[in-house]
T-cell receptor
Framework: NAGVTQTPKFQVLKTGQSMTLQCAQDMNHNSMYWYRQDPGMGLRLIYYSASEGTTDKGEVPNGYNVSRLNKREFSLRLESAAPSQTSVYFC??????????????FGSGTRLTVV | KNEVEQSPQNLTAQEGEFITINCSYSVGISALHWLQQHPGGGIVSLFMLSSGKKKHGRLIATINIQEKHSSLHITASHPRDSAVYICAAIPLPNSGGSNYKLTFGKGTLLTVNP
């Protein structure tokens, strides 16, 4: 099925461990995003990639790095996980910067717990 | 103050009732999304609209750009409509934001009882 695929769906990390969240889309979208969702905070943008070869910081980038591996794939890396990074992470993609003509498609989320 | 405000935060209804969820925003926008998230589930885009009204099945979304307000209506509500509904604004590039960055409301938790 066409859409955005995130892996893994669940992960438990110990403080200080590293991991990479993977995201791939098969809709030939130019732009991709990583969000985190916390209770009472809503969705917040961590990093985004407007097009292949570019990445930019969002609202809450500290503690994260990203790689736009190719047009399909956009990964999020936690180098040294902290309990404050316990959250649900969503990857999303859009055709072109979320302009009025195009919508966003979200992945199913990764529930990350850092202990 | 969040740039996108939703009301109510929580809404409980009986099956069959007409539901309205409101979204107000303070930034200039090019369009607005309505999203649906079931408990523990992913996020689905219901509508994206920049003017007027859109309808899909029992769902209707309206937007008034001048008044900076949008509403999501659900007719003949059903327990399967129980979810969190989120509005997200796509800011105009000249409003100080980037049209790559959605600004989200905090969501409205809708519970429809049978």
């Amino acid at each position: 099925n066409a859409g955005v695929t995130q892996t893994p769906k669940f992960q438990v990390l110990k403080t200080g461990q590293s991991m990479t969240l993977q995201c791939a889309q098969d809709m030939n979208h130019n732009s991709m995003y990583w969000y985190r969702q916390d209770p009472g905070m809503g969705l917040r943008l961590i990093y985004y990639s407007a097009s292949e070869g570019t990445t930019d910081k969002g609202e809450v980038p500290n503690g994260y790095n990203v790689s736009r591996l190719n047009k399909r794939e956009f990964s999020l890396r936690l180098e040294s996980a902290a309990p404050s990074q316990t959250s649900v992470y969503f990857c999303a993609s859009s055709e072109a910067g979320g302009t009025a003509s195009y919508g966003y498609t979200f992945g199913s989320g990764t529930r990350l717990t850092v202990v | 103050k969040n740039e996108v405000e939703q009301s109510p935060q929580n809404l409980t209804a009986q099956e069959g009732e007409f539901i309205t969820i409101n979204c107000s925003y303070s930034v200039g926008i090019s369009a607005l999304h309505w999203l649906q998230q079931h408990p523990g589930g992913g996020i689905v885009s219901l509508f994206m609209l920049s003017s007027g009204k859109k309808k899909h099945g029992r769902l209707i979304a309206t937007i008034n750009i001048q008044e900076k307000h949008s509403s999501l209506h659900i007719t003949a509500s059903h327990p399967r409509d129980s979810a969190v509904y989120i509005c997200a604004a796509i800011p105009l590039p000249n409003s100080g934001g980037s049209n790559y960055k959605l600004t989200f409301g905090k969501g409205t938790l809708l519970t429809v009882n049978p």
